[in-house]
């Protein structure tokens, strides 16, 4: 079964409803070794493109993933990116700002982790926590140290919208192309995650009381989430909504869309000038 990616993708000015958009799909694979043999092809075709990005040195690409949690965003980086050059690629995890973060404006952090023309940049949550779970937390907001006046719920978010939409033209003027991934996972699949988590010693680790207190905002994430696509799903920068009660089908999605993306870059290795090939074949007869 293709994997087309439009059907993942959000359209500018979607007004979308999450509870309408699946979190499961038909599998793209008809046996678990169909899917390794699937995601092995993907990953082997990234690394020769990667090479190919690192080589050309024009653009620099960012995969931006935000999700709920348990919705699998350290597994699809794991398994997605397993065959690039970690010299090549970088991940970021962003958690609660730091003292030093917050005295900065809220795209500050997040602007020193940009990649270079070159490299792939993988941020695990980014800028977009400004405008989610500070939505969702208004304490939140209330502890950034923002002027009275910038602090009017009424008008904060279509402006940080509007910054996170400014920005992100900016960087694609500037040959950054940014692909961002919203892993669409149900309640009742992050019930059965966190489950896993309590039951299985090896997964005990990642499982904490605050994951359940975020649990009880679920609605509140969900119409967040909803606004934050509708607002900065642009055509340079677009959203897509992976299934993700299907952890193998999401991974296979999102391989795809990194794969369409790099394929679309016009990309080629540099020319080797006669003065270069001179050179060459004079370094060859001391060999």
Wanted: glycine share 4%.
């Amino acid at each position: 079964m293709k994997i087309t990616i439009k059907d993942f993708r959000v359209r500018r000015g979607e007004k979308l409803k999450l509870e309408k958009r699946p979190t499961r799909v038909k599998p793209f694979y008809k046996s678990k070794k169909k899917y390794h043999k699937i995601l092995e092809k993907h990953i082997e075709e990234l690394s020769t493109l990667q090479r190919l990005h690192y080589a050309s040195n024009r653009y620099a690409v960012l995969v931006i993933f935000q999700a709920m949690d348990a919705a699998g965003k350290d597994g699809a980086i794991r398994h997605v990116m397993s065959g690039v050059n970690p010299q090549g690629c970088q991940v970021f995890s962003f958690q609660q700002p730091s003292v030093e973060e917050l005295e900065h404006d809220f795209l500050w952090r997040t602007t020193k982790c940009l990649p270079e023309r070159g490299r792939i940049g993988i941020f695990n949550r980014s800028y977009y926590e400004e405008v989610l779970i500070a939505r969702v937390h208004p304490e939140i907001l209330q502890g950034q140290g923002l002027p009275d006046a910038l602090l009017n719920e009424k008008t904060i978010w279509q402006e940080r919208f509007s910054s996170i939409v400014n920005f992100e033209e900016h960087l694609h003027l500037n040959g950054t192309r940014i692909i961002k991934i919203f892993l669409h996972l149900s309640k009742d699949e992050q019930r059965k995650r966190f489950q896993a988590r309590i039951d299985e010693p090896e997964k005990n680790w990642k499982f904490s009381l605050a994951d359940i207190h975020e649990r009880t905002y679920w609605k509140q994430y969900m119409e967040a989430y909803e606004a934050c696509l509708h607002a900065t799903s642009t055509w340079y920068a677009p959203w897509y909504v992976v299934p993700a009660d299907d952890k193998k089908n999401a991974r296979l999605s999102v391989s795809q869309i990194i794969l369409d993306t790099f394929k679309d870059l016009e990309m080629e290795y540099p020319e080797t000038s006669a003065k270069r090939r001179r050179e060459l074949k004079s370094i060859r007869k001391l060999l």
